[in-house]
């Protein structure tokens, strides 16, 4: 029983950002915000994670608002590469993860 | 680091016959390993939790006479899928969570891909 929203798909163009956005309006104290993605016929690879202040690594940047009702994924130049279902999963930090439907992002040329 | 491993990366197998799945931590110790069912078109669903020196802990609805899993290291987790049908064929994915805080995420294998005639 996924606990977050997300568009069913995006497109963005080559070389632009691409900013996924997450609902988690029932997000408790003690979980975090994961993201993962999956390219076709691959397992998921792992992108990103946070409970509450703003992450940044080398693949991506998370955005969490003040409430944590809400996140936003930003790919800041995004490839044909990143082309994948994108996962926005919450979980207390040693359960397993719960996956949804997730956000299919098309990067176009 | 945290590179989980699958073999085979896909089986073709007889209806009737057993197939195994081995999910291997390479660079880290997992006490606990998790392995997931992906269908066509469908999202990833957990089918159990597997627990080093333990029995597995299965998902509502996972036969787990059907699926025989084994954690007997802290490096190794099997899945055995028993008098496989063809119903069973489907896209099976291992994930597991390298030692440290309880939040640091889990880790994929590339899946093996199951299909029975």
């Known amino acids: 029983d996924a606990k977050t929203t997300q568009p069913p798909s995006m497109d963005c163009a080559e070389g632009r950002a691409a900013n996924l956005p997450c609902n988690h309006s029932t997000i408790s104290g003690n979980e975090y915000v994961y993201w993962y993605r999956q390219i076709h016929s691959q397992g998921p690879q792992y992108i990103i994670h946070g409970l509450k202040n703003n992450e940044t690594n080398e693949m991506a940047s998370l955005i969490i608002t003040e409430d944590r009702k809400s996140s936003t994924l930003i790919l800041p130049h995004a490839t044909l590469r990143d082309t994948a279902v994108y996962y926005c999963i919450v979980r207390p930090g040693n359960t397993p993860l719960v996956f949804g439907k997730g956000t299919r992002l098309s990067v176009i040329a | 680091g945290a590179v989980v491993s699958q073999h085979p990366s896909w089986v073709i197998c007889k209806s009737g016959t057993s197939v195994k799945i081995e999910c291997r931590s390479l660079d880290f110790q997992a006490t606990t390993m998790f392995w997931y069912r992906q269908f066509p078109k469908q999202s990833l669903m957990l089918m159990a939790t597997?627990?080093?020196?333990?029995?597995?802990?299965?998902e509502q609805g996972v036969e787990k006479d059907k699926f025989l899993i084994n954690h007997a290291s802290l490096t190794l987790s099997t899945l055995t899928v028993t008098s496989a049908h063809p119903e069973d064929s489907s896209f099976y994915i291992c994930?597991?969570?390298?030692?440290?805080?309880?939040?640091?995420?889990?880790?994929f294998g590339n899946g093996t891909r199951l299909t029975v005639t």
């Open positions: 597997s627990n080093e020196g333990s029995k597995a802990t299965y």
């Open positions: 994930s597991a969570r390298s030692a440290g805080t309880d939040n640091s995420p889990l880790h």
